[in-house]
């Protein structure tokens, strides 16, 4: 007998992405799914030095994130594009995502990411907003 839609348990679906806009690089978590996520957790496996000096991977938003509503898409600024390949930042890196659905159900994916998707892209920076004098 074949099993309703209805009847799947739900999933989560909790990504890392990385976003090139404006020449700027930003980290995102995202949960891109209709359900939240709780508990969620993310390991890489190398360090990410943000243009302030800090090690990004290790801010709370990815070490100790207890709730991601639906939808919800958080990212934090790691330099601009020029910057990041000139400070010789890793273009690879790969992240492990855990988390929990709001069942207690334990879901894990490995998303691997290279940044030299980006180092030759001709973008357009948008023009500051004028100045009223």
């Known amino acids: 007998m074949a099993r ?10 909790v990504i890392i992405d990385v ?8 980290l995102v ?3 891109i799914d209709a ?11 190398c360090a990410l030095m943000d243009a302030a000096g800090r090690d990004a991977t290790r801010l709370p938003l990815f070490t100790r994130c207890e709730f991601l509503a639906p939808g919800r898409v958080i990212r934090t600024l790691l330099d601009t ?6 400070r010789r930042q890793p ?3 790969a992240v492990t995502l855990t988390h929990r659905d709001a069942a207690g ?20 920076q948008r ?6 004098l």
Do not use: G, M
């Open 4 to 13: 309703s839609a209805a009847a799947e348990p739900a999933r989560t679906a």
């Open 35 to 45: 359900q939240p996520a709780f508990r969620v957790r993310a390991k890489f496996d």
């Open 81 to 86: 594009r020029a910057n990041w390949f000139r």
């Open 19 to 26: 976003l090139c806009e404006d020449e700027l690089l930003h």
């Open 105 to 124: 159900r334990a879901h894990e994916q490995l998303i691997r990411h290279d940044l030299a998707i980006y180092r030759d892209l001709a973008l357009v």
């Open 91 to 93: 273009i690879r890196f």
């Open 127 to 132: 023009a500051p907003p004028a100045t009223c």
């Open 29 to 31: 978590l995202a949960n």
